[in-house]
């Protein structure tokens, strides 16, 4: 049961992740407290069904520092958090990931 709480935070990172684009705010905690509570069941494994994310969630994933994001993604956090959810929810969101791109240890494929 301790496990809970550090996989809801793991799978907060994961979301975060999910966002593309960057603003030069100098940090990302706040864009990963919006992310968690906005975007966190879009992201969960399974991979399937894919359910399209909120509006709140996309404005939340429009406004994050994706770079920063990115760089707190663990092999732990990609073991809960769907990684082909959050590029789907990027896409959904009008936000995609370009091809190429790494978070954790997740790259982007092509289409």
Same mark, same amino acid.
């Given at each position: 049961?301790?496990?809970?709480?550090?996989?809801?935070?793991?799978?907060?990172?994961?979301?975060?992740?999910?966002? #593309?684009?960057?603003?030069?705010?100098?940090?990302?905690?706040?864009?990963?407290?919006?992310?968690?509570? $906005?975007?966190?069941?879009?992201?969960?494994?399974?991979?399937?069904?894919?359910?399209?994310?909120?509006?709140?969630?996309?404005?939340?994933?429009?406004?994050?520092?994706?770079?920063?994001?990115?760089?707190?993604?663990?092999?732990?956090? $990609?073991? #809960? #958090?769907?990684?082909?959810?959050?590029?789907?929810?990027?896409?959904?969101?009008?936000?995609?990931?370009?091809?190429?791109?790494?978070?954790?240890?997740?790259?982007?494929?092509?289409?």
């Amino acid at each position: 049961m301790a496990k809970l709480p550090s996989l809801f935070l793991v799978l907060s990172f994961v979301v975060a992740m999910s966002v #593309v684009g960057s603003q030069a705010d100098g940090g990302c905690d706040k864009d990963l407290q919006s992310l968690i509570s $906005e975007c966190n069941q879009y992201v969960m494994f399974p991979a399937n069904p894919k359910i399209p994310p909120s509006d709140v969630c996309c404005g939340v994933i429009k406004k994050a520092n994706v770079p920063c994001l990115c760089t707190k993604v663990t092999k732990e956090i $990609e073991k #809960v #958090v769907c990684m082909e959810k959050v590029v789907y929810v990027a896409e959904q969101c009008k936000r995609p990931f370009e091809h190429g791109v790494q978070c954790g240890s997740y790259t982007v494929p092509r289409k």
